[in-house]
Each structure stands twice: as C-alpha cells, then as structure tokens.
C-alpha cells in the first residue's frame, strides 16, 4: 500500500523534536528592529531605509542569496497615499457625513471625486459563490450604481431552517465575509462606489475602528485593467437605518431575505451624489527577500514570511510618546524569519528553494505581499506552501499552539504532529469570526490558491506552562491594550521561550516542505481548492 506523502512525513516527524530557536537571538533582534532608529518603520520614510539596509545585511551574514529579481534583494512596490478632503456625501435628500455617518475611501490617483445621481442597489452579502450554490447578485447588471453590501458571510446570524445554514464557515468567517471581498467584487462588476453595512458584532471591530482611518488609504499602483471602485468605506448602523427607512425599506427584514438562496438585489429610491477633493501621492516601498537554493527542485518552493512595517510616528500618547515601534507586531515575526533562515542555512541543501520574505506595508492593507503575489518572482503554481509569522506570545512555553483557521488545509496535518513532538497540541482559534486568516501576509498568496498557515498569538489566549489558560489570557489581554500603538515595545521582561517554540515548528515543517514530491492541498469546500487545481498540471 503507497502512503500518502503527508502521512507518511507525519510519521517521520513523530520523533521528539530538539530545539533550534534561539530565544536570546529573537530578543536581541526585536531590540533593535524596534529602537528609536528605526523611527517605527513605516513605509515612504526614513525608518524604511534603515529597515531594509539592516535586514539586507543580516541575511548576508547569513550566507543566504539574492531572492528579489535578477540577483537583487529587493523587490521595489509602488503605493499610492490618498486622503479624502473636503466635500460633501449624499443619499437622495440625507446628508452622509464623513467621519459620523460614513467612513469613506479612495485608492485612486484622482484629485476629486465626483458621483452625481448614481442609482443605488442592495445586494444583501454580495456573495457570488458557485462552490456554495449561492449567488447574490442573479444576473442583475449593476455598474455605474452603488451597492450596499452586509457585512461577514450569509450563514453568520443564519437561524435553524433558513437556506444559509452550514454553506460557508457559521460563525468563523469566510474570505466572502470580507470587507476586501465586497470592495474587489464591486469593482470587479463596475459599481461606482461600495458601501458596507456596519455591525459590530459581524464586522468583529467597532464603528471606531471602522472609523479610524480619517479618509486615509494606501493600496499598491495598480494597471488600468485592475482598477478599484473610486469610492469604498463604511455606513454605520443607524445611518444605514435611516437611509433604508426614506427608501421605504426595513433593513431588518432585507437580512433575513438575504439569508435565502432566492434573494435577489433590491433596487433603492435614493440616488447617490459625492463630491469629494482628494489628496495621493506615490511612495516607493520595497519588500525584502532572500533565498536558499533548492538542490534537486530549484524551480519549486516554500515561502517563509512577516512583515517588516509598523506604523511609524502617530498622535502623542498620555505620557507623549509618539513612536509606534511594532516590537511584537511584526518585529518578532521577522525576527523568526531571519532564526529561520540562519538554521536552515546551517542544514543540509534543501531538494527545493527556501524563500525568505519580509514585506512592507502590510498594516496598510498586506500591500507588500499583494504586490509580490500580482508579480511574483517564483511561479505561485510550483510554490508547495507559505508559512508565516505574525505577532508571537512573549509569555514563556506554552502547552499548545494556537491555529488561526483550522481546518483549511492539510498543513494542519503537519503542524499537529510537529507540536505533539514537542510535548504540545493544536487549539484552534478562539475568534473565528473575526476572519484573522484573511487579515495577514499569507493571504495575498492564498487567494491565488498557495495552500498557507499562519501563526498569530491574537487568535487565543495559549494555555501556558506556568499559570495555564488564565495567565495566558491575562498576556493576551495585556498585549491587545498595546496592539499597534506607542506601548508595543521591545522588553527585557520577555520570555521568549513560547515565540521560539513556534517558530521551530515552521522549522521542522519547513524540513519536510522543502523535500521534492510533498504537495499541500486544500480541504474540501475550501473557497481557494477550485483555484489551486487550476494549475495540477504545472506540479507534475
């Protein structure tokens, strides 16, 4: 009987495992990615330089290549910077204010914006999902309009009976719950402007955060074909309330008929006006990479990632800090790449190439990794798998690991007996509805069909070795109250012993990666299995 090739590294792994990771290493790289020199590392300013300047001489003391085109080790990626300024937003005789009522964007390189009368259309979640038997918009042509989406997925507040009930992920979110969905799928069907729904509980994030951009966005420099829709944001609840309401519509009843798979687009009274300056600018940005040549399958790989960026200088805090260093986030997931690559530069010549990928822009919208995956260096078909670090437990050991999306692929397989070697299980995710797995730098690759995992300590509280589940909580908790402002700061007072056990399970999934013939899939019903079979015929 042949054994699965999974299965059968399954059994190999079951060994116990030696720990490679150095805790000291990690600590002494997030000191220095997070110091005042670094000026928080956001992209277009002079933290950026000094970040890539760094980050490329480490791997070169590493011994690693170039892994950016043509013997380079980085990857130019072209943003635009857009603010919305002045002007006015409208629904037939309702005022939509910015900032109160409505949240709104642009990624175009425009200076103004101008929508005059634009007809308007709700189209319930704006689900076209044909593995799902669902479809939202049956046919109804809706460019040059401007449609409102609800957010999350059909089947998130789906009761017993109701058609939506077990097609996509229940409470944990799909890519089709997605704000960024919504936003592609509007453009993809020539609407003029998208409006989503917000509810906090299906968002996962209150209106503030909803709110928080103040008419700022970031995207990459996209070609003439890939354009977005000129104007995309947010409504508020009872801003969306009202303006169903003078439609002579209940938006209460309008979310259960879109829990039906007989839903059909409901068309709005109100036209739709917006007059609106806006600011861009160009920014040149660079993602990082380097590489370990593959001996026997040097045109196949395995992508390692994290994030470079942090969000630089921001409002002064109450003690006047005004530096927002990324120490954990993701200054400890790119510290685990470069312990990645110094071990398996130290190990034997991997059969396939190992990619080491550090992004930029990822707190901006995964920029960085998006622009990689829209140009990729090494063809996504023959890349086996992206496993990437993003925000790391700093509280010591733990008993388990936390899986952010459970369940997706068979890298789950990998990932269990990896932990069971080191004494640990797998917990999936305690939020799933928050749609983490659709919120990091792997899923600019996953949604050109890569099967990816990502570690990410916010999806659960770890049931540390010393004080269990509660203490792992109370670290969560502690670190959430610092997530992306002035107080997420590198510390003497880590224990780093947990970080350094994740990141040694990548390392020794990574091993059995790298070997030739070991191909992930997705799970069944997977949104992203149709789009990788698309391309069997290039791993034969």
């Known amino acids: 009987m042949r054994i699965p090739p999974l299965l059968a590294l399954a059994t190999v792994l079951a060994a116990p495992a030696a720990a490679q990771t150095d805790p000291q290493r990690l600590s002494d790289i ?47 990626v072209p943003l635009i910077h857009t603010r919305i300024g002045d002007g006015t937003i409208s629904a037939g005789d309702m005022p939509l204010v910015q900032g109160k009522d409505v949240a709104m964007t642009t990624v175009r390189d425009a200076a103004h914006i101008s929508i005059k009368d634009a007809p308007m259309v709700f189209v ?13 918009f049956k046919g109804v042509d809706v460019r040059g309009k401007v449609v409102v989406f609800l957010v999350n997925d059909p089947d998130f507040a789906a009761r017993p009976g109701e058609d939506a009930v077990g097609r996509f992920g229940g409470k944990r979110m799909t890519y089709y719950g997605r704000w960024t969905y919504k936003y592609e799928e509007a453009a993809r069907r020539g609407a003029v402007a998208a409006l989503i729904v917000h509810d906090t509980d299906a968002a996962g994030y209150p209106w503030s955060t909803a709110n928080a951009s103040n008419g700022e966005n970031y995207d990459i420099v996209r070609g003439a074909d890939d354009q977005r829709v000129p104007l995309q944001g947010w409504i508020s609840h009872e801003a969306a309330d009202r303006l169903f309401a003078s439609a002579g519509l209940d938006l209460a009843k309008l979310r259960v008929a879109a829990r039906s798979t007989a839903f059909r687009p409901v068309e709005m009274k109100p036209r739709f006006s917006a007059d609106l300056a806006v600011s861009a600018e160009r920014i040149e940005s660079a ?72 992004w930029t822009g990822e707190e901006r919208g995964l920029l ?20 990437t670090l993003d925000i790391l437990q700093t509280a010591g050991p733990a008993k388990d690991v936390t899986l952010v999306g459970a369940g997706a692929s068979s890298l789950d397989t990998l990932l269990a007996t990896a932990a069971k070697a080191q004494g640990r299980i797998v917990t999936p995710e305690t939020a799933s509805e928050r749609g983490l797995f659709y919120r990091a730098d792997h899923f600019s690759v996953v949604r050109r069909g890569v099967p990816s995992m990502i570690l990410m300590a916010l ?36 224990n780093l012993g947990g ?36 391309s069997a015929a290039e791993r034969k």
Request: aromatic share 10%; hydrophobic share 40%; with cysteine.
């Open 124 to 136: 319930g979640y704006g689900v076209s999902a044909p593995e799902a038997k669902w479809d939202d």
């Open 287 to 358: 993602n990082v990479l380097a590489k370990i040549t593959g001996a026997r399958r040097p045109d196949e790989t395995v992508m390692f990632g994290a994030h470079w960026d942090a969000y630089g200088e921001g409002p002064p805090d109450a003690s006047g800090r005004t530096l927002r260093p990324g120490a954990n986030d993701d200054g400890l997931g790119t510290a685990g790449v470069l312990e990645l690559a110094r071990q398996f530069k130290a190990a034997p010549k991997p059969d396939r190439t190992l990619v080491f990928a550090l």
């Open 499 to 534: 970080a350094a056990q994740d990141v040694d399970l990548f390392f020794t999934m990574g091993k059995q990666l790298s070997k030739a013939g070991v191909w992930p899939t997705w799970s069944a019903g997977s949104e992203f299995l149709t789009l990788r079979s698309q």
């Open 30 to 76: 997030v000191r220095t990615l997070a110091s005042p020199e670094f000026g928080g590392r956001s992209p277009g300013t002079a933290g950026e330089k000094t970040t890539t300047d760094w980050l490329v001489a480490e791997f070169r003391k590493l011994g690693l290549e170039p892994g950016a085109a043509d013997g380079q080790w980085i990857q130019q």
């Open 459 to 494: 999806g659960g509280a770890p049931d540390l070795k010393a004080g269990g589940r509660e203490a792992g909580q109370k670290w969560l908790d502690a670190y959430m109250a610092c997530y992306h402002k002035t107080c997420d700061t590198w510390s003497a007072d880590w």
């Open 368 to 387: 960085g990794s998006e622009y990689y995956a829209a140009h990729p260096i090494y063809p996504l078909a023959k890349t086996a798998a992206n496993l």
